[in-house]
């Protein structure tokens, strides 16, 4: 018994040069900007940071507790897994946002197994990115009368001095504006009708395979 020809499944339109923009902020802002800056501090380097209060918080302990122990997880301090467990996440709000503009974000690539070829559904990357855009959105509102409280009584007893929020605010601003944009823009790409999808692309089983495994990036 013969089997049926699998559907066709064509691409969605390609994003608008301001979602592309906006996708490509949205992916450097965390893996280019804010991992790297969290990096030292993952190592317990004091950068942009008062050594003692950092210290202290590094190992899981209040201000002022000394040298009580405090457990770690996972055989880390409690300030570095914090730290590594916000980095990873901050990667994979990157590849998702790189997705958002990226074939590979509505048709999924030829070495995924049983899934190849087909349809990535909406929901799939729309809802870590509702969900991540309204956090940051939510935080990032509270960041300017926070930010002038800390300048107003800034110490040396706090933990991270005023350098590095003033390095690191730029950076979420930037993440919370790009993201919701590139989630915005993959919406309307794929909730278009299907006539107007086969208008703008072919199919991608008749598209040429990339030397990277990627349809329709070659």
């Known amino acids: 018994m013969s089997r049926p020809p699998r559907a066709r ?13 906006a996708g490509h902020v949205a992916w450097i802002a965390p893996v280019l900007g804010f991992i790297p800056l969290h990096v030292p501090w993952i190592l317990g ?30 055989g880390l301090p409690a300030g570095a ?9 901050a ?24 899934l190849r070829g087909r349809r990535v559904p909406q929901w ?4 870590p990115t509702v969900l991540g855009s309204a956090l940051m959105i939510g935080y990032s509102a509270t ?18 001095t005023p350098t590095g929020v003033l390095i690191g605010l730029p950076l979420l601003l930037a993440w919370a504006v790009a993201l919701p944009l590139a989630g915005w823009s993959y919406y309307r790409r794929t909730r278009l009708p299907r006539r107007d ?6 199919s991608v089983d008749d598209q040429p395979a990339s ?3 990627w349809p329709g990036m070659g």
Do not use: K, M
């Open 197 to 202: 999808r086969r208008r703008w692309s072919a």
């Open 45 to 74: 380097i004091p950068l942009f940071a008062n050594p003692g209060p950092f210290r202290e918080w590094y190992h899981g302990r209040g201000p002022g507790v000394g040298d009580h122990p405090v457990d770690g997880f996972l």
């Open 91 to 114: 990667a994979l709000g990157g590849v998702l946002a790189l997705g958002l503009i990226s074939d590979w974000g509505t048709v999924f690539p030829r070495w995924v197994p049983w």
């Open 143 to 160: 960041l300017p009368w926070q930010f002038a409280a800390d300048l107003a009584d800034s110490s040396t007893e706090d933990i991270f």
């Open 9 to 21: 499944t064509t691409a969605a339109p390609p994003p608008p040069s301001w979602a592309r923009r």
């Open 124 to 127: 799939v990357p729309l809802t």
């Open 211 to 213: 030397p990277s495994g």
């Open 81 to 89: 897994f914090y730290l590594g467990l916000l980095c990873v996440l």
